[in-house]
């Protein structure tokens, strides 16, 4: 199965930059994922990372670290719409997706 | 492609009462999902399929039962609702599992169920 910790809630200003930390533990590594929700809405898929490293994508990046079990969510020039949870999701095997709660981030003004 | 659609998007019950979640996807994938969330809360997987005619549960699947006899549809059957299972409940599909890639999750908009 899988084991993942986040942080419950995070707050952070609009235009600034966040980082959403993540540590893993798995029974078989095979990528992690990265996934926004919003409010009363259905989860989108923002990141799948499977090598160590930085990938990034627009505003948004994810980095990996396999070896310490890490990962972390960067968000760059917030904007109130990126207020929503985000989950991280380490699969272990071939199993389905487990989606925790995530971390609450609320952007203020 | 509509992707993953649901039907209906809002229902409510009686107790007793028995009803069908559609989930229908276009994307030709061979993995589809439900879950359930309550609020406040993570997803919970219900159960799953890994191809046609082929269901497994998941973690919270008393009270429901599944059919795949398609690689579009996925049907979610609740018999004897039940107050506890007021929820939202959400139909996912993916390509694969595994390293291959293509594993990311699309998620249908959600049938919102009320069980009275």
């Known amino acids: 199965g899988q084991n993942i910790d986040q942080p419950t809630e995070m707050t952070a200003t609009e235009g600034a930059i966040v980082q959403i930390n993540c540590t893993y533990q798995?029974?078989?590594?095979?990528?992690l994922f990265w996934y926004q929700q919003h409010a009363g809405e259905a989860p989108t898929f923002l990141s799948y990372?499977?090598?160590?490293g930085l990938e990034e994508k627009g505003r948004f990046s994810s980095f990996l670290s396999r070896s310490k079990g890490y990962s972390y969510l960067l968000l760059k020039e917030l904007q109130m719409k990126d207020s929503a949870s985000y989950l991280c999701?380490?699969?272990?095997?071939?199993?389905?997706?487990?989606f925790g709660k995530g971390t609450r981030l609320s952007v203020i003004a | 492609n509509a992707g993953v659609t649901q039907t209906p998007k809002f229902r409510i019950l009686k107790i007793g009462q028995s009803m069908t979640l559609q989930c229908t996807q276009d994307?030709?994938?061979?993995?589809m999902y439900w879950y359930r969330q309550d609020p406040g809360m993570g997803l919970k997987l219900i159960y799953y399929?890994?191809?046609?005619?082929?269901?497994d549960k998941g973690e919270v699947p008393n009270g429901y039962n599944v059919s795949r006899s398609t690689t579009e549809d996925f049907p979610l059957r609740l018999e004897l609702a039940a107050p506890s299972q007021t929820s939202v409940y959400f139909c996912?599909?993916?390509?694969?599992?595994?390293?291959?890639?293509?594993?990311?999750?699309?998620f249908g908009p959600g049938t919102r169920l009320t069980v009275t």
């Open positions: 996912a599909s993916s390509h694969t599992t595994g390293l291959a890639g293509g594993y990311e999750q699309y």
């Open positions: 798995t029974s078989g590594f095979n990528g």
């Open positions: 990372n499977v090598l160590d």
């Open positions: 999701v380490a699969p272990s095997g071939n199993t389905p997706l487990v």
């Open positions: 994307m030709n994938h061979n993995y």
């Open positions: 399929s890994v191809g046609a005619g082929i269901t």
